[in-house]
């Protein structure tokens, strides 16, 4: 089985950055997508952004757009989340997720192949 870990979580004031990355190691599943979700306490899993495996398509729910950017590096089987200008509702449980199609990230019944990391905290104070 293999495995995706995140890194990178923190704790910031509001208005400031963090990168998070994950590492895909060892999945012998599809990663053609792979993104990020988030969950805050007393909330559902929600899909923040995922990239295809050329890099050339991008997705960003409306929450985060002009403020995240997400890449990739298929050399080193990383992807990585850069987010500006935080604000203390982007707090919560970061998960990575790798799926053969990016259906998943804004369609709930297409998670149940989603490979998951084990989320890194992201905590934003006012």
């Known amino acids: 089985q293999g495995q995706l870990v995140e890194s990178g979580g923190g704790s910031v004031q509001a208005g400031g950055s963090l990168r998070l990355s994950c590492v895909v190691s060892?999945?012998?599943?599809?990663?053609?997508?792979m993104g990020w979700f988030r969950q805050a306490p007393g909330k559902e899993r929600e899909g923040v952004t995922w990239?295809?495996?050329?890099?050339?398509?991008?997705w960003y729910a409306d929450s985060v757009k002009g403020r995240f950017t997400i890449s990739r590096d298929n050399g080193k089987n990383t992807v990585y989340l850069q987010m500006n200008s935080l604000k203390p509702e982007d707090t919560a449980m970061y998960y990575c997720?790798?799926?053969?199609?990016?259906?998943?990230?804004?369609?709930?019944?297409?998670?149940?192949?989603?490979?998951w990391g084990q989320g890194t905290q992201v905590t934003v104070s006012s």
């Open positions: 997720a790798a799926d053969s199609s990016c259906l998943g990230w804004t369609v709930l019944s297409f998670r149940d192949k989603i490979q």
């Open positions: 990239i295809w495996m050329g890099g050339d398509n991008r």
């Open positions: 060892g999945y012998t599943g599809s990663s053609n997508c």
